[in-house]
């Protein structure tokens, strides 16, 4: 809840006024009364009672003092991070990333789910940055342009599905875009978390040309490396040892890490990913440069508007003599 303050309080001091005013100067001395005698039968034979008067004044003069003392409205405070920092999160959406070999709570899963859990409690901790989404396949897509909203982010992230965008991977094109976003932004700092499982087989953009683009944007890039790799899986009674990240190509996203100044990571399950998080927000830790102010509004209209309003009172029981 706001509250209300009164800033210039001093102004309160001026409430006694009229009181010293009535006993410091003299009385008017009193005139003889004058007797008509043929007056009208109906004419009041007294002065007009002025209580009500004094009780309007006393109302008016009290209002125009606290307007005086300028009453001020102030909000809940509001904090805002004035040097944030802009982070894409680059998304690979391919077709491999359906594969169901991510250990978690003892159940394998697929590699969207782990993504979807782990990156959306990642966004959550991101307090103060602006934070966006690219998605990529055959095709990199913007998703969510970067923002403090990052609860619509999260939200973003939850509602894609699988080859929603194809099944290749383009991974240039998604560092690319990632990238053209960063062109126009005045954050002092710039980060790409770019997550894949697969090997560049799609866009017009080699991953490591547009790896060296971004850093000429400074850029920092972090790789996440997703897939079990070798795991015993049981079909018809028979347990063989498959690699389920034989398309996963380590080497590439190495590189685009160490070309920028980031770190490659490889999960090859649920905590592994959720740890990876971990490590990138002690890495890039959130600044703790903050800006509070409380919104405000002037209210001293609403005790001259009750003036105003008892003074017309004022002059209409003037003029009726009541």
Do not use: C
């Amino acid at each position: 809840m706001g509250n209300i303050e009164l800033v210039w309080w001093w102004m309160l001091l001026l409430l006694p006024l009229p009181i010293l005013v009535y006993w410091l100067i003299p009385s008017a001395k009193q005139q003889s009364p004058i007797y008509l005698p043929y007056l009208p039968e109906s004419a009041p034979q007294t002065a007009p009672k002025n209580g009500l008067a004094k009780i309007l004044a006393t109302i008016i003069w009290v209002a125009v003092v606290i307007a005086a003392a300028r009453p001020v409205w102030y909000g809940e405070p509001v904090t805002s991070h004035p040097k944030h920092r802009d982070m894409m999160l680059v998304v690979d959406l391919s077709g491999s990333m359906a594969q169901e070999d991510m250990l978690y709570q003892g159940d394998y899963i697929d590699r969207l789910s782990t993504v979807k859990r782990v990156v959306g409690d990642f966004i959550d901790q991101r307090e103060g940055d602006r934070v966006g989404l690219v998605l990529f396949a055959d095709h990199a897509y913007l998703q969510t342009p970067v923002t403090l909203d990052r609860k619509t982010v999260k939200n973003q992230l939850n509602q894609t599905v699988l080859e929603l965008v194809g099944s290749k991977t383009a991974i240039g094109e998604g560092i690319g875009l990632a990238t053209k976003i960063f062109v126009d932004s005045d954050a002092p700092q710039r980060v790409m978390i770019l997550l894949s499982d697969g090997t560049n087989n799609a866009g017009v953009l080699d991953p490591v040309t547009a790896a060296k683009i971004a850093k000429k944007y400074n850029t920092t890039i972090y790789t996440v490396g997703v897939g079990a790799g070798e795991m015993e899986v049981s079909k018809f009674f028979i347990t063989r040892t498959v690699n389920t990240a034989k398309d996963l190509d380590e080497k590439t996203l190495t590189e685009i890490a160490n070309l920028t100044g980031g770190q490659y990571f490889r999960a090859r399950n649920s905590q592994d990913l959720a740890d990876i998080y971990q490590t990138i927000n002690k890495l890039e830790p959130i600044s703790q440069a903050t800006k509070t102010w409380r919104p405000q509004q002037e209210w001293f209209h609403y005790p001259l508007g009750v003036a105003l309003i008892v003074a017309f009172l004022l002059i209409a029981l003037r003029r009726n003599h009541v």
